[in-house]
C-alpha cells in the first residue's frame, strides 16, 4: 500500500508556516480504509502503550473561579501521557464536545506518520463531534513534550496534558530519585471565543489580552472580591510538591501557557537544567528559569535543604504585556514541603538572580550532553515574520508579508498525497527537495516574543 514510495520531508511551524515538499507521486494513505502505518512490523518491535482520552466541556473552578471549560478525561490538566523510547504510542481521542477537535503531541516529529501529527488544515480535518480518532506511531525520541488540542483556541481553556518519554538510556538516570511534572500556564476567566473575537476586532488594534491567573499544575487561588458579582468563586488550594530531605528530583517543567513567560524557581533551591525540549544538555545550574510558551525544561533540584516549606514561584512576565489587568496577580505560588517539617506557611525567600526581561534562557549556555557536528545546508531559507493590519484594520501575523488561511476542508497533508505541487500563496508553504538539510532563518520584526516549532518531520523510505 505505501509500497517503496519516498516520504517527503513535511514541517510545518506553529504560525502557520508550511514547508513541503511531494517529489514523486505519493500513494495516499488518507484514502485508505484503515491508516495503520506497517503496524504488523512495528508491534512486533515494539511495546504498545494505548490511552483513551475522552474530551468534554463542563463548569470546572481551576483557581476558583467557576467558568465552563474543557476537561480530559474529566480532568485538568489532561492525564500523563507516557512511554518508552522506541514504544508506540496509540491515543484514541473521544470528542465528546459539539464543535470539532484535534491532539497534536507537540514536539513529537511523527517520523512516517504526518497524519498523526493533530494539525487541522495541515494534516488531518478535525475529529467531528461525537467521534473517535485514533492515532499510532513510533515514538523514536525522548525527553519532555505536552500534548494539546490544535483546534481554534481550545488548548487555552483545558484541552492540555503533559507527555513524557522515557529513555532508559538517558545519561542522568542515576542522578535522580524521582521525576515530577509542572505545568505552567496563563489563565482566562473569559471564554476564549470572546478573547479571540475581541482580539481579531480593529478595536484591539492588536495588542493581546491580559491573562485574569496563572496555574501551575493547574491549581492557584484567586482573590475572589475581583470576581464579576453574578460569577462563583471561592477559596482554592495552591498546587503542592513533597520533597524528601536529601533526594533528588527531576522536574520536567512545560510552558503550556498562551501568552504569558514565566520565570520559574524554587526558593532556596538550585536548578540544575539538563534538558531542553528533548535534547540532553550539560548541567546548567541556574536560580531563575525563564520558560517562553510551549517550551520544556529538565532540571534536577537536591532537596538539601532544612525540613521546612518553601515557595514555589512562577512569576509571570508583565512588562512583555501590552497592556496591564489590574486584578492579575503576577506571581503564582506553589507550596513544596519537606516530609516532616511543621505545617507552618513557607517564609522562604525568593532567589534575586536578575534576568533580561522577555527573553529565553541564553541558548549559548546550554550544551548538548553528546557533541553532534551541524550538517552542511544545501540551502538557506529567509523568512520575515511580521504583524500587520489587513484591509478591515485586523491586526494577523505574516510570514512575507502573506498571512495564513486555513483550508479545513482541504488539508495540506492531502493536497501532498494528491501530487499538488504548487499552492496558493496564503497556504505559506515552501517547497523543498527530499531530505534537504536547510537553515531556516526567521527574522522577527515584531516588539513580542514568537517561539516558532517544528512538526511532523518526516524523511524516510517506508
Ligand atoms: C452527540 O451525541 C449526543 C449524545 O448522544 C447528542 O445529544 C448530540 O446531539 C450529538 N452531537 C452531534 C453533533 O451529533
Ligand atoms: C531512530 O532515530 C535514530 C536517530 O535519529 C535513527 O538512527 C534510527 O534509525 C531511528 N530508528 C527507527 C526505528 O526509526
Ligand atoms: C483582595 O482584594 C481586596 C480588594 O483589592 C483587598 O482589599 C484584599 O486585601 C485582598 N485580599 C487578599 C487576601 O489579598
Ligand atoms: C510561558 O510562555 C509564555 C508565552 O511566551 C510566557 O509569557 C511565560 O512567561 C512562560 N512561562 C514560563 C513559566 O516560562
Ligand atoms: C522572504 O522575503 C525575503 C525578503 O524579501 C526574501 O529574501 C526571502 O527569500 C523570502 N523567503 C521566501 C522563503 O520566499
Ligand atoms: C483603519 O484605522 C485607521 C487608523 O485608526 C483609520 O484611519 C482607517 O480609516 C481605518 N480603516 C478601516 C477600513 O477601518
Ligand atoms: C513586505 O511588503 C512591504 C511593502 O510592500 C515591503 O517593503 C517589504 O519588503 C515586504 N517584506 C518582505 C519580507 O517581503
Ligand atoms: C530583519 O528585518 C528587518 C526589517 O525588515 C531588517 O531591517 C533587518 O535587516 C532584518 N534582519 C536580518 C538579520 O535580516
Same mark, same amino acid.
Given at each position: 500500500?505505501?509500497?517503496?514510495?519516498?516520504?517527503?520531508?513535511?514541517?510545518?511551524?506553529?504560525?502557520? #508556516?508550511? #514547508?513541503?515538499l511531494?517529489?514523486?507521486?505519493?500513494?495516499?494513505?488518507?484514502?485508505?480504509?484503515?491508516?495503520?502505518?506497517?503496524?504488523?512490523?512495528?508491534?512486533? +518491535?515494539y511495546?504498545?502503550?494505548?490511552?483513551?482520552?475522552?474530551?468534554?466541556?463542563?463548569?470546572?473552578?481551576?483557581?476558583?473561579?467557576? +467558568?465552563?471549560?474543557?476537561l480530559?478525561?474529566?480532568?485538568?490538566?489532561?492525564?500523563?501521557i507516557?512511554?518508552?523510547?522506541?514504544?508506540?504510542?496509540?491515543?484514541n481521542?473521544?470528542? !465528546?464536545?459539539?464543535?470539532?477537535?484535534?491532539?497534536?503531541?507537540?514536539?513529537?516529529?511523527?517520523?512516517?506518520?504526518?497524519?498523526?501529527?493533530?494539525?487541522?488544515?495541515? @494534516?488531518?480535518c478535525?475529529?467531528?463531534?461525537?467521534e473517535?480518532f485514533?492515532?499510532?506511531f513510533?515514538?523514536?525520541?525522548?525527553?519532555? /513534550?505536552? /500534548?494539546?488540542?490544535?483546534? +481554534?483556541?481550545?488548548?487555552?481553556?483545558?484541552?492540555?496534558?503533559?507527555?513524557?518519554?522515557?529513555?532508559?538510556?538517558?545519561?542522568?538516570?542515576?542522578?535522580?530519585?524521582?521525576?515530577?511534572?509542572?505545568?505552567?500556564?496563563?489563565?482566562?476567566?473569559?471564554?476564549?471565543? @470572546?478573547?479571540?473575537?475581541?482580539?481579531?476586532?480593529?478595536?484591539?488594534?492588536?495588542?493581546?489580552?491580559?491573562?485574569?491567573?496563572?496555574?501551575?499544575?493547574?491549581k492557584?487561588?484567586?482573590?475572589?472580591?475581583a470576581?464579576?458579582?453574578?460569577?462563583?468563586?471561592?477559596?482554592?488550594?495552591?498546587?503542592?510538591?513533597?520533597?524528601?530531605?536529601?533526594?533528588?528530583?527531576? #522536574?520536567?517543567?512545560i510552558?503550556?501557557?498562551t501568552?504569558?513567560?514565566?520565570?520559574?524557581?524554587?526558593?532556596?533551591?538550585?536548578?540544575?537544567?539538563?534538558?531542553?525540549?528533548?535534547?540532553?544538555?550539560?548541567?546548567?545550574?541556574?536560580?531563575?528559569l525563564?520558560?517562553?510558551?510551549?517550551?520544556?525544561?529538565s532540571?534536577?533540584?537536591?532537596?538539601?535543604?532544612?525540613?521546612?516549606?518553601?515557595?514555589?514561584?512562577?512569576?509571570?512576565?508583565?512588562?512583555?504585556?501590552?497592556?496591564?489587568?489590574?486584578?492579575?496577580?503576577?506571581?503564582?505560588?506553589?507550596?513544596?514541603? /519537606?516530609?516532616? !517539617?511543621?505545617?507552618?506557611?513557607?517564609?522562604?525567600?525568593?532567589?534575586?538572580?536578575?534576568?533580561?526581561?522577555?527573553v529565553?534562557?541564553?541558548?549559548?549556555?546550554?550544551?548538548?550532553?553528546?557533541?553532534?557536528n551541524?550538517p552542511?545546508?544545501?540551502?538557506?531559507?529567509?523568512i520575515t515574520?511580521?504583524?500587520?493590519?489587513?484591509?478591515?484594520?485586523?491586526?494577523?501575523? /505574516?510570514?512575507?508579508?502573506?498571512?495564513?488561511?486555513?483550508?479545513?476542508?482541504?488539508?495540506?497533508?492531502?493536497?501532498?498525497?494528491?501530487?499538488?505541487?504548487?499552492?496558493?500563496?496564503?497556504?505559506?508553504?515552501?517547497?523543498?527537495?527530499? !531530505?534537504?538539510?536547510?537553515?531556516?532563518?526567521l527574522?522577527?520584526?515584531?516588539?513580542?516574543?514568537?517561539?516558532?516549532h517544528?512538526?511532523?518531520?518526516?524523511?524516510?523510505?517506508?
Amino acid at each position: 500500500m505505501f509500497s517503496q514510495k519516498i516520504w517527503s520531508l513535511v514541517f510545518n511551524l506553529i504560525c502557520s #508556516l508550511l #514547508l513541503l515538499l511531494p517529489n514523486e507521486s505519493l500513494s495516499s494513505p488518507l484514502s485508505s480504509s484503515e491508516p495503520s502505518l506497517h503496524s504488523t512490523s512495528l508491534n512486533k +518491535r515494539y511495546n504498545e502503550k494505548i490511552y483513551n482520552i475522552k474530551i468534554t466541556k463542563e463548569s470546572f473552578a481551576p483557581d476558583g473561579f467557576e +467558568r465552563e471549560m474543557y476537561l480530559i478525561n474529566g480532568q485538568f490538566p489532561g492525564p500523563t501521557i507516557e512511554c518508552n523510547k522506541d514504544d508506540v504510542l496509540v491515543i484514541n481521542v473521544e470528542n !465528546c464536545l459539539n464543535e470539532d477537535t484535534t491532539i497534536h503531541c507537540h514536539g513529537i516529529f511523527q517520523r512516517g506518520t504526518p497524519w498523526y501529527d493533530g494539525n487541522p488544515g495541515e @494534516t488531518q480535518c478535525g475529529i467531528p463531534p461525537n467521534e473517535t480518532f485514533t492515532h499510532k506511531f513510533n515514538v523514536n525520541q525522548s525527553g519532555t /513534550y505536552w /500534548y494539546h488540542s490544535h483546534s +481554534r483556541t481550545q488548548y487555552i481553556e483545558g484541552i492540555v496534558g503533559p507527555l513524557i518519554v522515557h529513555d532508559p538510556q538517558d545519561p542522568y538516570i542515576d542522578e535522580y530519585d524521582e521525576e515530577i511534572i509542572i505545568l505552567l500556564q496563563d489563565w482566562y476567566h473569559t471564554d476564549s471565543k @470572546t478573547l479571540l473575537a475581541t482580539f481579531l476586532s480593529p478595536e484591539s488594534q492588536g495588542v493581546e489580552p491580559v491573562p485574569d491567573n496563572g496555574l501551575i499544575n493547574g491549581k492557584n487561588s484567586f482573590n475572589c472580591s475581583a470576581a464579576p458579582k453574578d460569577s462563583v468563586c471561592k477559596d482554592a488550594p495552591l498546587a503542592g510538591f513533597n520533597f524528601v530531605q536529601g533526594k533528588k528530583y527531576r #522536574l520536567r517543567i512545560i510552558n503550556t501557557s498562551t501568552f504569558s513567560a514565566f520565570i520559574f524557581s524554587i526558593d532556596e533551591h538550585s536548578l540544575d537544567v539538563i534538558e531542553v525540549e528533548g535534547m540532553i544538555t550539560k548541567r546548567h545550574t541556574v536560580h531563575r528559569l525563564p520558560i517562553n510558551v510551549a517550551q520544556r525544561y529538565s532540571v534536577i533540584v537536591e532537596a538539601n535543604q532544612p525540613k521546612a516549606k518553601y515557595w514555589m514561584r512562577g512569576e509571570m512576565e508583565t512588562t512583555c504585556f501590552a497592556q496591564q489587568n489590574p486584578n492579575l496577580n503576577s506571581l503564582v505560588k506553589a507550596v513544596v514541603s /519537606y516530609a516532616g !517539617c511543621d505545617d507552618k506557611d513557607p517564609s522562604s525567600k525568593a532567589w534575586s538572580d536578575s534576568v533580561k526581561d522577555c527573553v529565553d534562557l541564553d541558548a549559548s549556555d546550554l550544551k548538548p550532553y553528546k557533541t553532534q557536528n551541524v550538517p552542511d545546508v544545501d540551502h538557506k531559507i529567509k523568512i520575515t515574520i511580521s504583524f500587520q493590519n489587513d484591509e478591515n484594520n485586523i491586526t494577523l501575523g /505574516y510570514i512575507n508579508n502573506s498571512t495564513y488561511k486555513i483550508d479545513v476542508k482541504y488539508p495540506t497533508l492531502n493536497k501532498v498525497f494528491d501530487g499538488v505541487t504548487t499552492y496558493a500563496t496564503d497556504q505559506n508553504a515552501f517547497v523543498i527537495e527530499k !531530505c534537504e538539510i536547510i537553515d531556516l532563518i526567521l527574522n522577527n520584526t515584531d516588539n513580542g516574543e514568537h517561539p516558532f516549532h517544528l512538526t511532523a518531520q518526516t524523511c524516510q523510505t517506508i
